[in-house]
């Protein structure tokens, strides 16, 4: 079935540091693909989606682009805040666009 | 903005206990989810619901049954709470397209 896969943390890094979160997938078709962030205490928040072969997703600073040809859809920011201390899920939706598949979540903290 | 509200914050209930829990979305979505939450292992769906008193099991149903009685709101009930089921469970919703889910707060259930 359609899963997600991405890099297990947690990841440590300082204030203004450059950051990668890799998540690859596997699915039959053409998914929907999303990054999701959870702060502490929360439920989980869309951070950005991309629906098609080399479309982009952005916001607040955080970026990825949706590569078909490597399965992949890797979350970047140029330079993080400790305010993006968090955890962030990599998830897909595929045939049945009601069944969203997550990654097990990576926990990002941003020392000072 | 999008409001997904879940009755309880934090539950502790005893072995055997029946439980529910509660979720209201005030945006017409007709899709509903619960989720729970794991470390490690990311969340995993239990129910959907995609229609008032329709329900689809997830991957982990066993051990959870839901209600819809209305659009707005979708319950978990856990017949006969076990250790076992000590987890966060996250409520969702979202419209059938676009696909994204808007999630509530979580409730962190405890079962001595």
């Known amino acids: 079935g359609d899963s997600v896969t991405q890099m297990e943390g947690p990841v440590t890094l300082s204030e203004e540091a450059f950051l990668t979160i890799n998540c690859t997938y596997t699915?039959?078709?053409?998914?929907?693909l999303f990054w999701y962030v959870q702060y502490p205490g929360e439920g989980l928040q869309l951070l950005l989606k991309?629906?098609?072969?080399?479309d982009k997703g952005s916001n607040k600073g955080f970026e990825a682009t949706y590569r078909k040809e490597t399965t992949s859809f890797h979350l970047e920011k140029g330079s993080v805040q400790v305010s993006d201390s968090a955890v962030y899920f990599c998830a897909l939706t595929g045939y049945n666009n009601n069944d969203m598949r997550f990654g097990a979540g990576t926990r990002l903290t941003v020392k000072p | 903005d999008v409001k997904v509200t879940q009755s309880s914050r934090y539950l502790v209930k005893r072995t055997g206990e029946k439980v529910f829990l509660e979720c209201v979305q005030d945006?017409?979505?007709?899709?509903m989810f619960w989720y729970r939450q794991d470390p490690g292992l990311g969340l995993r769906l239990i129910y959907f619901?995609?229609?008032?008193?329709?329900?689809e099991k997830g991957d982990i149903p066993e051990g959870y049954s839901v209600s819809r009685e209305k659009k707005e709101r979708f319950s978990l009930i856990l017949e006969s709470a076990s250790t076992n089921q000590t987890s966060m469970y996250l409520c969702?919703?979202?419209?059938?397209?676009?696909?994204?889910?808007?999630f509530g707060p979580g409730t962190r259930l405890t079962v001595t």
């Open positions: 991309a629906t098609k072969a080399d």
């Open positions: 969702a919703s979202s419209f059938d397209e676009p696909y994204e889910q808007y």
């Open positions: 699915a039959t078709g053409y998914p929907s």
């Open positions: 945006m017409d979505h007709e899709n």
């Open positions: 619901s995609y229609d008032v008193k329709m329900k």
